[in-house]
């Protein structure tokens, strides 16, 4: 899986360079990026310096979009979100003629997402798609089912948490999940609204759906959560805070990515071998369960003094074998549906069997059709979430001013 410079190098023929990525350090992403990157040198003998970026998809946007308006070359590589490539293409070179057919192997709607303008401007790194966590242990202990609707999880939390309380732990909640005004809380009342037939903020065709009734309904609901079954605190959770709180044995759902079941299932975490995971909960008996796509890509800056060594670190990284390490160790999913019939991945983690139309279906964001808007997008509706999730405002509300701001943005088109 090493391109031709690299071969090169390995003969003889070429002096050794330095390439630079950007990973994140949410979970166990920095360790495997590091051990990855440092196989890939092993093989080529080039180096490879791992740069940090904020764990806020939010914060790490603006920094990359501060690095490339300045046509830096300091980051060969940069990580971005699936939202990312319609807003970040102009910088990104094509990946197409480096990867000899090797995107053609992964899932057909993430390469049609990394494309734009008929260029491959990032490869599929790891997908993912919001789950449910829960506690197996408790449920069984107060003869709790798993709950199907979130009005199900709702009154179950609140049952559980009010005995569990009773029997000592008043540090117990129900329900953990990402609250902080921010591109996980986008990610998190996407799934709320799409649970409930209330569409994905605006549709394909462009058009401001996120005021309806179904909408309302959902983010009353969650609004109840707060200073209920969730600590107010959520109100400033990413998924680390979430996590903490559930591995710690202080929760009994938590909704967040797959990446957090190998952690919960270390041999230190508290709750190892009493975690369950599901689809999450439908928005009643007529909804549908639905998880926000999300997932990472590897791209190569157009400012890169390197950009066929940088290629061929993205190839490198994004193959099966690099891939099926990453499952069956940090439990990140893989972007290339082979691995999820592979029986070493599905003893490691056996959800992604179980949740393979999960990954493969998630409910995009509208990143494909507002373009380069999307962040002004995800930035009105996550702020206009948390005002009623925080008690600001009425849901009813923050949608009408939602749908009046966002027809603003769109009104000459996205």
């Known amino acids: 899986m090493i391109g031709s410079a690299a071969a090169c190098l390995m003969s003889g023929g070429l002096q050794a360079e330095t390439i630079t990525i950007s990973c994140g350090a949410v979970g166990a992403e920095r360790q495997l990026c590091e051990e ?104 069984e202990k107060y003869d709790q089912p798993v709950p199907r609707t979130w009005q199900q999880l709702t009154d179950t939390a609140e049952a559980v948490m009010k005995a569990e309380r009773k029997a000592g732990n008043d540090r117990f909640w129900g329900f953990v999940w990402q609250g902080r005004a921010y591109e996980g809380l986008t990610c998190d009342a996407l799934e709320w609204v799409a649970s409930h037939n209330g569409g994905t903020i605006v549709n394909a065709d462009g058009d401001v759906t996120i005021n309806n009734p179904q909408a309302i309904k959902a983010l009353g609901l969650a609004s109840g959560w ?85 290629a061929d670190l993205v190839r490198y990284l994004t193959s099966y074998e690099e891939q099926k390490r990453r499952a069956i160790e940090g439990s990140y999913n893989p972007t290339l549906p082979e691995l999820y019939r592979d029986e070493e991945v599905l003893a490691a983690v056996p959800f992604f069997g179980e949740l393979f139309e999960t990954f493969k279906n998630g409910v995009p964001r509208p990143s494909s059709v507002t373009g380069e808007s999307y962040g002004r997008v995800s930035n009105a509706f996550f702020n206009s979430v948390h005002s009623v999730l925080s008690g600001e405002a009425e849901p009813e509300q923050a949608m009408g001013a939602l749908e009046r701001d966002l027809r603003r943005l769109g009104r000459r088109g996205w």
Request: proline content about 5%; cysteine-free; glycine content about 10%.
């Open 226 to 310: 707060v200073d209920t079954i969730s600590p107010r605190a959520v109100l400033n959770y990413t998924e680390e805070e979430a996590r903490g709180v559930f591995q710690s044995g202080n929760a009994l759902f938590m909704r967040n990515w797959p990446y957090a079941w190998s952690l919960a299932q270390s041999d230190d975490s508290p709750v190892k071998g009493k975690v369950g995971v599901v689809a999450l909960p439908k928005g009643g008996e007529d909804g549908r369960h639905a998880g926000t796509l999300g997932g990472w890509q590897l791209a190569v800056s157009k400012y890169s003094e390197n950009p066929e060594l940088a």
């Open 36 to 139: 990855g990157v440092a196989a890939w040198s092993g093989k080529t003998g080039n180096e490879v310096q791992v740069v940090s970026t904020p764990n806020s998809a939010t914060e790490r946007l603006s920094l990359y979009q501060q690095l490339l308006a300045a046509q830096s070359g300091d980051v060969d590589i940069f990580q971005i979100d699936v939202v990312w490539p319609g807003m970040l293409a102009q910088h990104m070179i094509d990946l197409t003629p480096h990867m000899d057919g090797a995107e053609s192997g992964h899932f057909e709607a993430l390469v049609r997402n990394n494309t734009v303008d008929g260029r491959l401007v990032a490869m599929p790194w790891f997908t993912d798609a919001g789950v449910l966590y829960y506690r197996k242990d408790l449920l």
